[in-house]
């Protein structure tokens, strides 16, 4: 998807921080954007952003936990704007805490939003865009799907993004021969609020655990920047959009990992077989 003037794109989690800087670089290149987020304020005051520039946005009240809202918003958004040729899945929350002593709640609450989001929205645009042979989905995972900090505790929120990385891998073949292009977006740190993701969590989980944040956030890249990232990965079909350069060797380490467990597997299957 070369040109992306005129084109219709939605964005979850659009209110604020990686979803606003992608939400203002589509409208930089020319789409009309929806932006969606679980804060109604928040959406609109990114949507007046977008419309001060000289474009055009709406906004738009999504629970991205819940299939009946983002059903109800892909109604919305083509009966406003048109139908939609680009779904940036990328609402996420993140908490601290154990994966053996976690509360269900907590892993409830992370995989409603970081996973079942991204499943919600596809069902809810992609057969839409696959009728008229056209699209691209851009689906936020993590660095932590890839190879998560293990001395961090933020396993429950690495396994959900792990899962949000294999699903977006099977969903780009699956969707290849319907013309529409899939990316998955493995940030590593970024400087936005999803370690207070706690304001947004219902009050029927119960309080959870805040993440304290790192220091490196100070550092980290502004989610503003990630946004280019996101556009350009959709003009050249990317499967996959890093955002820092730490992203080489933190992969390289842990498929190291891996294949030293793979060959110590074939020695062991050679020394079998020798013997037998």
Not at 16 to 43: K, N, P, S, Y
Not at 93 to 111: E, H, K
Not at 244 to 273: F, Q, Y
């Amino acid at each position: 998807m070369h040109n992306l003037t005129g084109k219709i794109a939605v964005v979850t989690g659009g209110g604020e921080g990686i979803g606003r800087g992608i939400a203002h670089a589509l409208a930089a290149a020319g789409a009309r954007v929806a932006v969606a987020d679980i804060d109604t304020a928040a959406a609109e005051r990114v949507a007046a952003e977008i419309e001060a520039g000289g474009a055009r946005a709406l906004a738009a009240q999504a629970d991205v936990a819940d299939a009946a809202s983002l059903e109800a918003l892909a109604e919305r958004v083509e009966r406003a704007i048109g139908p939609v040729d680009i779904l940036v899945n990328n609402a996420g929350v993140m908490l601290d805490g154990s994966l053996v002593d976690g509360a269900l709640a907590d892993w409830q609450w992370v995989l409603s939003v970081n996973l079942m989001g991204v499943v919600h929205g596809v069902r809810a645009f992609v057969p839409h865009m696959r009728a008229r042979g056209s699209g691209h989905v851009v689906n936020t995972g993590s660095m932590a799907g890839l190879a998560p900090r293990l001395a961090s505790r933020l396993g429950i929120y690495s396994a959900s993004k792990a899962a949000v990385v294999s699903y977006s891998e099977m969903l780009r073949a699956e969707l290849a021969p319907a013309g529409i292009g899939v990316s998955v977006l493995c940030p590593s740190t970024v400087r936005t609020r999803i370690w207070d993701a706690e304001r947004n969590r219902p009050a029927t989980l119960g309080a959870g655990q805040p993440v304290p944040m790192p220091a490196r956030v100070a550092e980290a890249l502004d989610p503003m920047d990630v946004g280019p990232l996101v556009v350009r990965a959709i003009r050249e079909d990317r499967a996959y959009i890093f955002t820092s350069e730490d992203a080489r060797p933190r992969i390289e380490a842990r498929n190291a990992a891996v294949l030293a467990d793979v060959a110590h597997h074939e020695e062991e299957s050679a020394a079998a077989g020798g013997g037998a």
